[in-house]
């Protein structure tokens, strides 16, 4: 699946715009990582995507003695608040809606089958008792 830089975006924009932060509103790059593993996409786009928000001057980091904190910036607070950002009507950002939505969907079923949800009988695994009937 490719990931383009503006889907990048979208996702990490979207973790500030759901905790409701505006301008000003921080997360720590911890709480950032937590939320980012819900979006399904891989670890090295989160690094992309921080990346880029710096780059563009939507995030700023602030340092602290025992971690980093990722602040949205009054352009990132404007982001969120334009039209593209809450009412996608463009194909490119309807495209970044549908990567999004497959890699949700991609990591939802890859936890399915780690947990359980899909797994199958090894063929030398005997089946119990409520399988033969």
Do not use: K
């Amino acid at each position: 699946m490719q990931v383009l830089d503006s889907t990048l975006e979208r996702a990490l924009l979207s973790i500030y715009d759901a905790s409701g932060l505006r301008a000003g509103g921080l997360l720590s790059v911890a709480a950032l990582q937590r939320a980012w593993e819900r979006t399904g996409l891989r670890n090295s786009d989160f690094r992309d995507a921080v990346r880029i928000l710096l780059r563009r001057g939507l995030l700023e980091v602030r340092d602290r003695p025992d971690a980093m904190d990722v602040v949205l910036t009054p352009a990132g607070a404007a982001r969120l608040q334009a039209d593209a950002f809450r009412h996608p009507s463009e194909a490119p950002d309807l495209e970044d809606l549908r990567t999004l939505e497959t890699a949700r969907a991609r990591a939802h079923a890859r936890r399915q089958a780690w947990a359980g949800g899909r797994r199958r009988r090894n063929d030398d695994q005997q089946p119990d008792a409520g399988q033969l009937h």
